[in-house]
């Protein structure tokens, strides 16, 4: 079956520009998570949606950020105002409900740099 | 808050070397533990987890068992190959969370013929 996919694979953006970056879930998992990897940094989380709703959005760094799963599969994650420090990997995973001893399934992430 | 702390690579061995890469963490409450890895050009995947004390995850080798008297899970392999040339994470999920994984930092290895 599929797996998690991710669009663009590759974005590169100017500061201050606003852009969008698109997560297809496997199918029929009601848990999705986004992290961001910093070069040589492990994922840190940033939002987590169970079904439509985010449940714990706790790692956002600012406002300029923001998630939204409408229909409980595919999640857009927005970055307004980009700036240079928001370049960055961000990854996509998902799991069937969510529970802290299921396998998060990840995506190849998108590579996000902000000129 | 929750936190998890890797040996800091890089790891540099011949095939047919053992290999050990420390983790510990820390958590309130009963946390998950896994072990995700990293081939080159490739996603985060799932090498092996372990959900309660003393349990001991397993895949293609490698080991690890959740120790919480000295809270680590620290990942083993007798004999490592090429192939397992890769970047490894360690990673905690608390119970009393959603399910959010928390990284370590990564640990590099590099094997050599």
């Known amino acids: 079956g599929a797996g998690v996919s991710q669009t663009p694979s590759n974005k590169v953006t100017e500061k201050g520009k606003y852009v969008e970056l698109r997560c297809d879930p496997i199918s029929g998992h009601t848990a999705l998570y986004w992290y961001r990897q910093s070069l040589g940094q492990g994922p840190e989380f940033l939002i987590y949606?169970?079904?439509?709703?985010?449940?714990?959005d706790s790692g956002l760094p600012n406002d300029r950020f923001f998630a939204v799963r409408p229909e409980g599969s595919v999640s857009t994650l927005k970055i307004q105002r980009t700036e240079r420090g928001d370049s960055a990997v961000y990854l996509c995973?998902?799991?069937?409900?969510?529970?802290?001893?299921?396998?998060?399934?990840f995506g190849p992430g998108t590579r996000l740099l902000v000129l | 808050g929750n936190s998890v702390t890797q040996m800091e690579g890089p790891v540099t061995l011949s095939e047919e070397a053992f290999l050990t890469i420390n983790c510990t963490y820390t958590?309130?409450?009963?946390?998950?533990l896994f072990w995700y890895v990293q081939y080159p050009g490739e996603g985060l995947q799932l090498l092996l987890k372990a959900t309660k004390a003393d349990d001991k995850g397993s895949n293609k080798g490698f080991e690890a068992t959740y120790r919480k008297e000295t809270t680590s899970f620290h990942l083993e392999k007798g004999s490592v190959q090429v192939s397992d040339s890769a970047v490894y994470f360690c990673?905690?999920?608390?119970?009393?969370?959603?399910?959010?994984?928390?990284f370590g930092q990564g640990t590099t290895l590099q094997v050599k013929p």
């Open positions: 949606f169970q079904g439509t709703g985010a449940a714990d």
């Open positions: 990673a905690l999920s608390d119970r009393g969370n959603t399910g959010k994984l928390i």
């Open positions: 995973a998902s799991s069937f409900t969510g529970s802290s001893q299921e396998t998060q399934y």
């Open positions: 958590a309130t409450g009963y946390p998950s």
